[in-house]
């Protein structure tokens, strides 16, 4: 009788471990986005990604009413305001996946954090790249207090 319970315990862990989902963003003390929408914006490249997860940042950017630009290199440009960097992480699990997503507001002047967001799913509940650096910025955006144009996921 206690192996039985012991064996259900653990398929009740193996299969709710398997559905994990978070998704947060803060904001810095003392920071704020309230000028974003007058400012700058460049994506910056993170250096491992090889699948230029860069431009699907700024298209979604854009496509939320804040514009942005994707760079090639790690030089910001000088009329920069607010630079994006992001980490991707990526997991087997029969296909490779985005396991999760952090992507970080920084002053372009002295790289301070703004804000910072992430998206994290495990393989039962992945999404595409696209789905998740959404849920992502719009997260941040509403931690922030920042209007931005409401978009079908997916």
Wanted: proline residues 5%; neutral net charge.
């Amino acid at each position: 009788m206690k192996v039985i319970k012991t064996l259900m315990l653990l398929s009740i862990l193996f299969v709710t471990t398997g559905c994990v989902t978070r998704l947060e963003a803060t904001v810095s003390p003392g920071q704020s986005l309230t000028n974003l929408s007058k400012g700058k914006i460049y994506v910056q490249h993170f250096t491992p990604d090889k699948r230029n997860l860069n431009y699907i940042i700024a298209d979604k950017l854009s496509l939320l009413g804040h514009p942005a630009t994707p760079l090639d290199s790690n030089e910001v440009p000088e009329d920069a305001d607010v630079v994006i960097t992001y980490v991707d992480n990526w997991q087997w699990d029969m296909t490779n996946y985005l396991i999760k997503i952090k992507i970080d507001f920084r002053n372009a002047e002295n790289k301070q954090l703004i804000v910072t967001g992430e998206s994290f799913r495990t393989s039962l509940a992945r999404k595409d790249p696209d789905y998740m650096i959404q849920e992502a910025l719009e997260k941040i955006f509403q931690e922030a207090g920042i209007a931005y144009n409401h978009l079908p996921k997916g």
